[in-house]
């Protein structure tokens, strides 16, 4: 079965930088489009940034700038660098791919466990 393990989440103090990870293992054909997502506590899950398997890349407005995701198609895996960190990018991150499974049933959509990313003022 399909996996997105995150990893690179913590507590960082306000102005500071964090690299997120999510590779996804097991019985992977192809991965099509990742994004990274965010939910604060009370508030609705977000988009945070977007990239296409060619390399095209979307941004929330209130991390353009900031943030830069990536991804290494060989390694199956998408990243988030995110510097200049503030209080209000306090959230649980998930990584978001369009999977085909090895046996080509379908293109599904796959979560990451969620990584909690704490920015101290």
């Known amino acids: 079965q399909v996996q997105l393990v995150e990893s690179g989440g913590g507590l960082v103090q306000a102005g500071g930088s964090l690299r997120l990870s999510c590779t996804a293992s097991?019985?992977?054909?192809?991965?099509?489009?990742t994004g990274w997502y965010r939910q604060a506590p009370g508030k609705q899950r977000e988009l945070v940034a977007a990239i296409t398997r060619g390399g095209s890349t979307n941004y929330a407005d209130s991390v353009k700038g900031r943030f830069t995701i990536s991804r290494d198609n060989a390694k199956n895996t998408v990243y988030l660098q995110m510097s200049s960190l503030k209080p209000e990018d306090t959230a649980v991150y998930y990584c978001n791919a369009r999977i085909l499974p090895s046996d080509r049933s379908g293109w599904y959509d796959y979560w990451g466990q969620g990584t909690q990313v704490t920015v101290s003022s």
């Open positions: 097991r019985n992977i054909f192809s991965i099509n489009g």
